[in-house]
């Protein structure tokens, strides 16, 4: 059974970084699309940088430049380098893994396209 286990979050000053790690285990798709999401108390869950298993990634406009999404094959680890953090940055941060379908170019960051979530890890960043 596919496993998300995300880890990295905490708290951090405006202009700070963090790193987020998502570590997969139990899948056994050979193509996919992994991707990291946020929601914020009484918002929306919203996508924030996507990537396929061969390493195109695509963003959200509100982090382009700022955040980097990426993946060790290797490791079973999808990463979310965050620089420049803004306090609007808060929130829960999920990754997410759902099996390529062949039209997935770059992958989508719709939620109800994936179907393996994890637990989440909270980013704070104050003003």
């Not at 929601?39 to 869950?45: C, H, S």
């Not at 195109?56 to 430049?65: L, P, R």
């Not at 379908?101 to 960051?109: I, K």
Request: include cysteine; glycine fraction near 10%; hydrophobic fraction near 30%.
């Amino acid at each position: 059974q596919a496993q998300l286990v995300e880890s990295g979050g905490g708290s951090v000053q405006a202009g700070g970084s963090l790193r987020l790690s998502c570590s997969a285990s139990g899948y056994t798709y050979s193509t996919y699309c992994m991707a990291w999401f946020r929601q914020a108390p009484g918002k929306e869950r919203e996508g924030v940088a996507s990537i396929t298993n061969d390493g195109i990634t695509t963003y959200a406009d509100s982090v382009k430049g700022r955040f980097t999404s990426s993946l060790d094959n290797a490791k079973n680890t999808l990463y979310l380098q965050m620089n420049s953090l803004k306090p609007e940055d808060t929130a829960m941060y999920y990754c997410a893994l759902v099996r390529r379908s062949w039209w997935y170019s770059p992958c989508p960051m719709m939620p109800t396209t994936y179907n393996i979530w994890g637990q989440g890890t909270q980013v704070t960043v104050s003003s």
